[in-house]
């Protein structure tokens, strides 16, 4: 993880952890520790719940963003 990512990743979990945030993201380290990971494919939701539990499906969509 880049440095930048590092202190945007620090400043949501320090400051924004009683709010709903919405993270846009390529990168699965991202969002790993997020409550629920939605992802998309061609503008339609095609996966969604716990990034730890979507990860550990063998087909999961969210294992392939890794």
């Not at 930048?4 to 949501?12: A, F, G, N, R, V």
């Not at 990168?27 to 997020?34: A, E, H, M, P, Q």
């Not at 063998?58 to 294992?63: D, I, K, L, Y």
Request: glycine share 6%.
């Amino acid at each position: 993880m880049g440095r930048t990512d590092s202190i945007i990743q620090k400043t949501l979990r320090r400051n924004f952890r009683d709010c709903t945030v919405l993270t846009v993201a390529h990168r699965l380290f991202t969002v790993i520790d997020s409550d629920l990971l939605i992802v998309m494919e061609s503008g339609q939701i095609i996966e969604y719940g716990p990034p730890y539990l979507l990860v550990l499906q063998a087909m999961g969509n969210a294992s392939e963003v890794a």
